[in-house]
């Protein structure tokens, strides 16, 4: 077996701590890589692939990149699906003994980063973590419980559910980057549910699923007694606690931002189902471009809080008349006042992402500049006060009564922190003079040192005689006295050689060396020093993250509800009224997006009018590229966007509150989990009729497609007459090419026939 160096023992022991991750070790001014990890980043990163001992018989692959651009070669790594875990130098290796110290300081993972170059500013990044019976089969989980966090901006959730629609359907809503899953589930596909595995799945120790662990940890984060103060359902707690050990352990740092637990209840909002989430493009399915979706019509907003309330108001439209009508109220103040609405988003759009920089300060990894952008973001609170003083909307009036300037966080960085400090604070010159008198006096001393070094020069010029001697400094040889060879005759005998060049000498003195020591002294103090300070602010404004985390959300209400004012003026949108009838009544709707597509054609508005009883389901038929499906989208939208508060694309809009969206519209396959395109969709629709309410809006296009002409009619015959009966009675669209469909008219009162015509 070859023989094993230090240093490759020391990345050998660290790496066996980090199996699944490529470990970056610090090695100078390198992060470099071994092995297959070596093998595996050469390819993913594009380098070069060299080897450690190339001449030896078994040389180690190996390759690296410099640690200042590291950031770059982490993102390409994370999006390729990798997780990073990052090996510093923990020790001076000027004063290390053997071996240098190192320890890993961070795993970064697809779903725990906080760097702003490697998230979407108007995204939420979220890792989750899903708890049942694993014991039970996949099918028979009477409970299950989820939690996910943003680390970035400290937003952790919890649910429970006893069934895995509404998992299936939150997940979807929520995205995760991963999930984590205890490593017993590991390749035992028939233990997982199908939806689970489609996702990006990280296999964790079991351990942290244990109930006691889990709880444990918890009471600890949040400083309660019992875990039941948290509020949410045990089995939701136990993944929570899961998903907090699993990302302490990554961070190796206490999750100073993550302040909160807060209990989802699937009762308060609107219900999505998956399908009809992707059916409607309400946002978009990969992460690449938000064209031709709800999301990238509406999203005028000019702050990233602000971008990622409005996905959630999105996907999570309310069912209270009086809560939407708060959000009306909001924006239609801005709705009504161009001046207010403009003066407000010239502000907010100098406001930097106050949630992920509080983020960064409490997970201590943020930089001098950050400091920065949150003092200047707090600067401009006052006056987003006063622009906003004596608004009667009861969300911004409320909104007013709890405001907050921050004036303390902008007092501690305005008082330690230099204006345009350097990007690290390695970089020395961040403490602003005044803040630390220790560190002003050490500064004082370095100004006197280098007045005393010009001095030197000129004594030594004329002691010598050689008017072209010069002191100078570099970082290898320290100061010296360089004298060119023609006058080196002149130099005097206590002149001590440094080096020889090959036109000139450089020479020390006793004088030279004190000042030297002296002054590489102050320098290393002064850096120590503006570190140590730094470290302080930082630590101040974690202990005021929870302020800074709800002026945040204040600030993303604000822009948000000034954006779809926005919207509505420049869309020509109306503020529609939602109570809790069963009537939807659209009169002169639009499609909110294709009208702005820029198609060559004018849109051509059209009614809408469900009644129930008497008007409930609407059969529509009409040739191929007649819009049936445009005009059930249309309608689902205005529906959507009504209850999330926004203002709609319609003359005159009423809407009985909608309780779930059901969408069953083209045709797929699963063929990797044996499903042709017929079983997709009966599977669906069983679940559509299983799941919907009488409340509920179910869009219905060419049901019984995928398979004979006479089956597929009986099929689509027997789910309108259900849909339509008192066992279910939603209100419902259903667009078909059965034209015998329309025969049901004739017996049932509440069915309605409509043609379109191209």
Known sequence: MPEVTPLMKQYLDTKRQHPDAILFFRVGDFYEMFHQDAVTASKVLQIALTSRDKNKENAVPLCGVPYHAASGYIAKLIKAGYAVAVCEQVEDPALAKGIVKREVVRVITPGTLIEPELLSPKENNYVAAVTWDFASPIDRAKGIGLAYLDLSTGDFRIASAEGWSEIEAELTRVDPR???LPATLEGKEDRTAPFLRRRPIRYVPPALFIAEQAEALLKSHFQVHAVAALGGERLSLIAAGALLGHVQETQKTALGNVLTLRPHSFGEQMRLHPLAQRHLELVPAAREGAAGTLLHLLDRTVTAMGGRLLREWILRPLLSPEKIAERQEAIGAFYDDLLLRTRLRNLLEKISDLERLIGRISLKAAHPRDLVALKESVALLPEIQKVLSGNTAPLLADLLRSWDNLDEVYRLIENAIVPEPPPTIKDGGVIREGYLPQLDELRRFQKEGRTMLTEVELQERRRTGIESLKVRYNQVFGYYIEVSETHLKKIPSDYIRKQTLTRAERFTTDELRAIEQKLTGAEEAILALEASAFEEVRQDLALLAARVQSTAKKVA?????????EVAHQNNYRRPEVNEGMTIRIIEGRHPVLEQLGARETFV?????????????????GPNMAGKSTYMRQVALIVLMA????????????????DQIFTRVGAQDALSEGMSTFMVEMTEMAQILRHATPRSLILLDEIGRG????????????????????????????????HELTQLAGGNEGIRNYHVSV
């Open 178 to 180: 991963e999930m984590i």
């Open 707 to 738: 398979t004979s002409t006479f089956d597929g009619m009986s099929i689509a015959w027997a789910i309108a007459e259900y849909a339509h009966s008192e066992r279910l009675g939603a209100r419902t669209l259903f667009a078909t090419h059965y």
């Open 643 to 658: 209850q999330m508060g926004s203002f709609v694309p319609a003359r005159e809009a009423t809407i009985g509150v909608v």
């Open 557 to 565: 209400l604000l822009d948000l509800t000034a954006a779809l004012a």
């Open 605 to 621: 508005p059209n009614d809408t009018l469900f009644d129930p009883p008497a008007q409930r389901l609407l059969i529509l038929t």
